[in-house]
């Protein structure tokens, strides 16, 4: 590990300073950055840790029905909250299949928002990676590439972003509000992350220096608390990152579908929201036959970068499941699995 | 830490012998509190830290590193290279029998795997050799790296796994086949695996003069150090390695290797301690792996589904440099009756690391492809795959017609099929839905494991206060060693187990041979109960030469040993204690000591083979291809049990393996680099509890008179063969998908399935 100087700032403003020096780099609960830092895909020259700046650890509802989540929030303290899991079942439930409990336990919102590629080429420092070294190559393109994106991506990286909590967000149009050296602004989730082009060392919006303080939740994001349904594939029940994901929310009156929403995971460098599927959706009949267009549309641009064009096929058939099993109503309980297909089993009656 | 451990176990209750308890491991505690010392926990004054700086090419040359960078950053004390690396006393190229390996310590400058060691950074602190590996910044001359079928280099290999032939033929496979009614035919994919043990490789390495004390997890304490003493010229007796504990072997831990040699030079030429500990990532190359293997089957048939004839041949990947290879076709020799049996392997040579054994080495990679094709070949006669088996049962050692010491094969079926609810399964596939629409499926497969015995020795000490003291240099890899050893020697001893200190893990002590071959229990259990015998004998002959003892005179009736006291054979009523019969004697204590091996000729005469059976049962989701192990039901017969609990577990911890194999565990290799794309844990897949459903584990009894006179075989890795093909063959059943390579993924299932009808939707 390269040497680095240390800064625990104790105001906001501290921090932002602090990180106007170049190669600095915020410190969160640290379960990313410092697996990184640790193979060398991350040398920062600076850290500054905010885990002790104040006020940012708060759940705040909003008088319009929304609510305000501070960036050092904790996975699992968000999750476990009674009248957010009530309100957002849907993003509860996406937060609690990600990772470990320990993880999730230790695991910021903010840094689960900005936390990296699970690219094996961006950490392996053998190999050519334009999002770590720009210019380099991208030696996933034609490497094993089985889990990478199927959506927005480009022949510089075909990487993906693997957050599990930023689909929901994505498809509630979650806000997400920064403090930076020329002030505050507000970013929408969905345009936080971006598409790789031919920068894909450009990750997200922010600005050199920008620290994220809070996410925001619009009070609208509720109407959808009675139809939302977040699954994942993945190849072990639990610690495991998706293959692919999907969120799906409905608003429904007497069988007829007034509002959708779906969100992809696992498929592209961002949370990949569907609009133009939530379009077709909104005002038809909920069939099947209906969910079937739905994902055809979500998919329509999809094509593999190597090995991967069965995620096109299970992006998919995963939509389709998202949103039958939003429209069969939102579990009562948190589901023994989080986000599983499968219903709750003998053997496994907890959250793992 | 003290060079001796003892492990007091006051709980512990007798009802009769304490062999066939299930006592609780006598180092539980220990370890649940965070008090049990591995290797790596010890810090002796002056220590140094080593860390290897390994190649990140399969295969080349480094044509410069720079050493004067890692030099100058603070706290780095030497750089070992192959320029100043110091001389061995072994070349190293050269192999150390029985079980020696070519090992890599900067013999030269050639590169033949990724993550092979090419430099070793000592320094004050971990972080400092860390940097220091890292500011190397080696430069490469490189070759195309040989990483599959397309460019790998076939040879014909003599010998598979440690010595086994790589060619046995009983009758005449062709004959066998052209008589053949059908014949089933397919090919078969398994996996590179690492043994990821939770704990890392690990040495800490301190020399006085020409003695050298190792602290390192290993599972051949005796076999080591004859080893470690070739390599540094010194004799056996000078080398001491300490292992109280490891954190998990699998095999890996009882081949030595080039980074500990390393360590332990490093320690030599700079006159301090010295410990490394590899990373996790570190361990996928130098510390052995599962070689990847493709295999062919061929089963014939006859019109009642007997076999006519079972050709297995395996490729096997090895390194470019060495030889271990998975002898995965020898487990299609001891299990299914046929007239024709071809089991053969060839060689590919690979750049990768020197595969090694690894838990059931050879028989999980070839049991899991002979239970698929055994079920394929049971679909094609259109029978049951029980009642396939069943039709095939060899009474005698197929080949060779040998006896088997003991079989209780049958009993495993009829149990495990009961248990688990096996008559009425359809014989077709995608025939079973639960109440959710999900497929189910049920497969099964057959156990079976060879019952190896290693030389070993052993001290008993009867101490004056009727306490007794055990010794022998064995190895507890989690497995809940110390517990069973010691069940038996107090058995042998006519004692409480609470009343045996047994004292292991230390080289000093009598050689405990290996922890390996699952036959650790039989092993160094053997070599205990029998200095248990010789302890309690010559207490006898104190007792019964001294007028003054109520025993006296017995010597040609006998005694027998129980509860502390010597009671005469014809007379229950004529007894004296331990402790009163050394007390008059004038004696602090009385020491048995023994030497036990196998009876060659009773290993001659029979076939010696635990065996089971394994039912699975998966649901898979029929749109999504997710599968879930729902069931798991095994039945093993493994002769006598010493301690039900501890094997249980075994049996758990194998199934749980065949879950992973089966399912999730694969090293992904870059194929232009040979480089792992997933040298970690998050990445590297096992199974986590989630994935675990309710597992049974059946104990069968079983008695058997020959394999030794314990009549102990071994449990340890029996659990995974038979149940990677159960599952597999579960999957099938659910999908009615074939799938011939593992781990099985989610996108094997989706292939045909659009056409389904789905139970979801509306
Ligand atoms: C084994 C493993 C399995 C995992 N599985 C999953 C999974 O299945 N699903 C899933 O979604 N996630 C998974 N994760 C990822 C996990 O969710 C993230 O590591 C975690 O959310 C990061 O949060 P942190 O607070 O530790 O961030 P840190 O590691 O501290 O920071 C991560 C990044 O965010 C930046 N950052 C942090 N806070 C801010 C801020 N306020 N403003 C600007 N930048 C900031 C940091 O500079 C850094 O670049 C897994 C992680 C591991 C190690
Ligand atoms: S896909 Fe992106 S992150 Fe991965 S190697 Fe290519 S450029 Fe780097």
Redesign the pocket.
Known sequence: MNRFDYIRPVSVPEAIAAAAVPGS???????????LMKVGA?RPERVIN?TRLPGLDRIEWLPDGGVRVG?LVR?SDLAYDERFAKTFPVVAEALL????AQ?RN???V???L???TRCAYFHDLAGACNRREPGSGCDALGGENRLQAVLGWSEHCIATH????CVPLAALDAIVEVEGPHGGREIALDTLHRLPGATPEQETA?LPG????ALRLPAEASSFSRNARYIKLRERTS????VVSAAAALEVEGGTIRKARIALGGVAAKPWRAREAEALLEGKQATAQAFAEAAELALAEARPSGDNAFKIELAHRIVTRALSLALEGTPQAMPALPASPFPALSGANHVI | MSSEIAFPSPQHRRHGSSAGQPLTRRDGVLKVTGRATYAADNHPEGMLYAVTAVSSIARGRVTALDVEAAKAHPGVVEVLTPANRPPLSHDPDDKIPPFGFRVEVLQDDTVRYVNQPIALVIAETLEAATEGAALLNPQYEVESARTGLENGERFDTPAVGVGAPSRTAYGDIDAGLAAAVRVTEADYVTPPQYHNAMEPHAVVAQWDGDRVTLDMPNQALALSCAAYAAYFGIPAGNVLIRSPFLGGGFGSKAILNGPQILAILAARMLDRPVKLALTRAQMYGPVGHRGQTWQKLRLGTDGEGRLTALHHHVLAATSSFDEFMEPAANASLPLYASPAILAEHDGLRLDTGTPGPMRAPGEASGSAVLEVAMDEAAIACGMDPLEFRLANYAETEPGTGKPFSSKSLRECYAEGAKRFGWSGRPLEPRRMRDENGFLVGWGMGTAVFHCPHFPAEARATLRADGTALVETAGADMGQGAWTALAQIAAEALGLDPDQVELHSGISSLPDGGIAGGSGHTASAGLALHNAGVDAIARLAELATADPASPLFGAGNIGVEARSGRLHRRDDEGRSESYSEILARAGQAEVVGTAKAARDPAVAEAHALFSHGAVFAEVKVDPDLGQVRVTRLVGAFAAGRIINPRLVRSQYFGGMIWGISFALQEEAVTDRRTGRIMNADL?EYHVPVNADVPSLDAILIPEDDPYVNPLGVKGVGEIGITGTVGAIANAVWHATGVRVRHFPIRLEDLLVNQRDVTSAFGN
């Open positions: 780099a915020y410190l969160a609960a640290g379960t990313n950055l410092l697996d991350s905010i960036t996975n299949s990600g990772a470990s993880l230790a695991a910021t903010g840094g689960n900005m936390q990296r693997p957050s599990d909590f922010l920008e620290l994220i303080v610690y495991a990152f998706a | 998050a």
